[in-house]
C-alpha cells in the first residue's frame, strides 16, 4: 500500500510538472511555429530589407520583391505610439494610483477600485469605436481639418486605456511599501504630500517602472483600437496624417492576403513584433529580480554644512511642490473618472436604443443581420475554451503554491514564461492560431480553433488568479490534514482547493470577460460570419467580433446603430461580470472571517 500510494503521489506530482511546463512549451510553439512561416518572406525579401525598407507596397509588382515589402514605417509608428500613449497614460496612472492609496475618502476606495476595473474590462474595439464616432468628429470642428487619423487620436484613446493597467501595479506597489517609511518620515517633520511625494512614491520605484513596462508591452500589442484611430496611410506618424502600426497592417491585411509571399511577409510582422514583446519581458523580469523595497534619497544624501551664522529670518516654508503635485492627484483622479462615466454613458445612451428584440434575438441572414449567432458562439467559445484552460490553468498553480521549491530556478523560468504568455498580444495569438491550429493541424477556420487559440491567452490569468488563491489558504489547515493521516494529493483536492474556491471563480468570471472582450485573436481563426453556428467546426463571430463586423463589412443597413448596441452590450457584460467578482469575492471574506 505504501508503494502505490507513494506512486499515486509521484504520478500527481509529474501531471502538475507537466501542467506547470506546459507554459514554456506554448511559448516556444509560438515563437517557432511563427518563425517558421516567416522564414519564406525572410528569404525573398531579406531580413533587413523588410526590416529597414521604406516602402509597402505587396501588390505593386512593378517593384523588386526586395522593395515592395519594408516595414520601417510601422515600426516607427508603433514606437512614436507606444512612447507617446505611456508617456501620458502612465502619467495619469501613476497619480490615480497615488490619489487612491493616500488620498481617497475610505468609503470612496471601493468605488474607485470598481471604476478603474470597469475600465479595464471594456473591450478595446469599444474604445476604439468611441474615439472614431467622438473624439475624432470633435477634433476636425475644433482643429478646423479635413480628417482626425493620426497620432493624436490614437494616443489619446491609447493612454486612457493604459491607466486601469499601470494604476493596479502601481497601487499595489504603493500598497507594498513598508508602513513605518511612512510614519517615520511624519515623525521626522515632513508633512503628508512630503511623505507621499518624496518617502513613499520613490520607495515603490521598482513597482512603478515594472507596471510602466508592462504598459508598454500594451502599447505595443494593441491591434482594434489603433486600428480604428491610425487610418491606413504608408506615412510616418504625424499628429494628423493616417500611418501604420504592425498591428493595424497585419488586421488590415490579413484578409485578403494571398499565400504567396503577402501572407507570409504579414506573419513575419507578427514575429517581429513579438520579439518586440519578448524583449519587453526581458526588460520586465529584469526589474523583478531588484522588486526589493529601496531606499530613499532623501534618507542618504549628504547633509550641506551652513556657512556663515543662520539668521532667525532665513527659515522659508517647504514642500509647496508636494502640494501641487497633491492637488494634481485630486485632479487627475477625478478627470480619470469623468473620462470613463463619459465613455460608458456615450456607448450606452448610443446603444440602448437600438437593442430591440428582433436585433437581439431575431434569425440572421444576408437581408437582416442580428446578434443571435453571436450570442451561441461566444456561449460555444467561453465554454470551450475554459474546460482546456481550467485543468492546464489549476494544475500548473497547484505545482507552483503546493510542490515548488521557492526560488529555484525552475520555478523561476515558469514564472518568466507565464508572464510571457500574459504579455503576447492578441493579434500574435491570432497568427499561431491561424498557423499552427488552421494550417498545420488542418483544423481550418472555426470555432474550434478560435477556442484552442483563446484558451492559450486566457490560461496565464487562471494560472495566477488560483495560485494567489491557494497561498491564502493557512498551512494550519494542511498540517492538520497531513496530522489525521491524509495525503499530498487527498489534502490538496479535499482541504486545499475548497478553501481557494472563490480565487478559482474569479479566475473563470476574468476568463470569461476576456473571451467576451476579444477580437483581434478570432477574426481569423474563428471567422467573422453572421450565420448561426452549426458545431465546432462551423465559421462563427463572438459580440466584439461582430462589432467589427458591422463596422468593416458594406452593405448593412444602420451600420453605426448596430455597432452601438453591440458595444451597450459588451459593456452590459463587463458590468455584470464584475459585480458578480466583487460579489463572490465579499461573500467568500464574510465565511473566512466567521
Known sequence: MRNVALTKENVAKAVFIAFAAFSILAVFAIVFFLLYQSIPAFRQIGFFNFLFGTTWAPKNESLPVAERFGIFPMIVGSVAL??????????????????????????????????????????SIVYGYFGLTFLMPLMVKIFHIPQAYGLLSATLILSLMLVPTVASITKNSLESVPMNYYEGALALGCSKNQTVFKVCLPAAKNGILAAIILGVGRAVGETMAVQFLVGSGDNYPAL?????????????????????????????????????????????????????????????????????????????????????LCILSYCIAALVAVMLLFVVGFVLIKGVGGLTWNFLFGKSGNAQVTLAPAFVSTGMVILLALLIALPFGIGAAIF???????????????????????????????????????????????????????????????????????????????????ALGASKVRTIFVVVLPQALSGIITSVILSIGRIVSESAALIYTAGAVAYMPQGYFSRGATLSVMMWFFNSADGIADAQAKCFATAAILILCVLILNILVTVIEKTFRKRSNR
Not at 95 to 109: D, G
Not at 262 to 290: E, S
Not at 412 to 437: A, C, E, Q, R, W
Request: with cysteine; glycine share 8%; net charge positive.
Open 82 to 123: 507606444t512612447i507617446t500613449s505611456v508617456a501620458l497614460g502612465g502619467v495619469l496612472a501613476i497619480f490615480t494610483a497615488v490619489f487612491v492609496v493616500y488620498y481617497c475618502p475610505k468609503k470612496l476606495k471601493p468605488v474607485f477600485h470598481q471604476l478603474i476595473n470597469l475600465l479595464a474590462g471594456i473591450p
Open 240 to 324: 494628423f496624417l493616417p500611418f501604420r502600426t504592425m498591428t493595424s497592417s497585419i488586421v488590415l491585411e490579413m484578409g485578403y492576403a494571398d499565400d504567396a509571399l503577402h501572407k507570409p511577409a504579414l506573419v513575419a510582422i507578427g514575429f517581429i513584433l513579438l520579439l518586440f514583446i519578448l524583449v519587453i519581458n526581458l526588460c520586465l523580469a529584469a526589474v523583478k529580480r531588484n522588486d526589493s523595497i529601496s531606499g530613499n534619497k532623501l534618507f542618504n544624501r549628504k547633509v550641506k554644512e551652513s556657512r556663515g551664522a543662520i539668521s532667525k529670518f532665513s527659515w522659508h516654508k517647504t514642500g509647496s511642490a508636494q502640494d501641487i
Open 400 to 482: 507552483l503554491s503546493e510542490y515548488a521549491k521557492k526560488g529555484s530556478r525552475f520555478v523561476k523560468i515558469i514564472n518568466l514564461f507565464i508572464d510571457t504568455l500574459s504579455g503576447v498580444p492578441s493579434v500574435v495569438f491570432g497568427l499561431f492560431g491561424m498557423v499552427f491550429f488552421g494550417n498545420i493541424l488542418g483544423i481550418g477556420t472555426n470555432l474550434l480553433n478560435g477556442s484552442l487559440t483563446l484558451s492559450l491567452i486566457v490560461l496565464p490569468t487562471v494560472i495566477r488568479s488560483t495560485e494567489q488563491s491557494l497561498t491564502e489558504v493557512p498551512d494550519s489547515m494542511r498540517e492538520a490534514s497531513y
